[in-house]
């Protein structure tokens, strides 16, 4: 069972910059596609990121590509998720997870993923 907690999230005006981090336990680390999702009020949770066991590959969804990287540190049991020029339109919940029983097409399908943080509010303000 892996345990996932993110941090970092806040309060923060357009053209800003936060970091996310996502710490997990109970589980090997290395051995998880590890991604990140949103959920916006009202709106479907939407793909952010994601970032294969190695750290080599990344993957990110259309709307962040360019401003957000996504990164792990396998010997800490860490990813994060270092946001830059934020827009109103980011203002979401982010949620970390972990799952390793798919390949990369699926990569951005949530059902895949077995294992959720309790998610980090993150607001941008216009």
């Known amino acids: 069972q892996v345990q996932l907690v993110e941090s970092g999230g806040g309060l923060v005006q357009a053209g800003g910059s936060l970091r996310l981090s996502c710490a997990a336990s109970g589980g090997t680390f290395s051995y998880y596609t590890m991604g990140w999702f949103r959920q916006a009020p009202g709106k479907e949770r939407e793909f952010v990121a994601a970032i294969l066991w190695s750290g080599i590959s990344t993957y990110y969804g259309d709307s962040v590509k360019g401003r957000f990287t996504i990164s792990r540190d396998n010997a800490k049991n860490t990813m994060l998720l270092r946001m830059n020029s934020l827009k109103p339109e980011d203002t979401a919940v982010y949620y970390c997870?972990?799952?390793?029983?798919?390949?990369?097409?699926?990569?951005?399908?949530?059902?895949?993923?077995?294992?959720w943080g309790q998610g980090t509010q993150v607001t941008v303000s216009s």
């Open positions: 997870c972990a799952g390793r029983r798919f390949g990369v097409p699926l990569i951005t399908d949530d059902t895949k993923y077995d294992y």
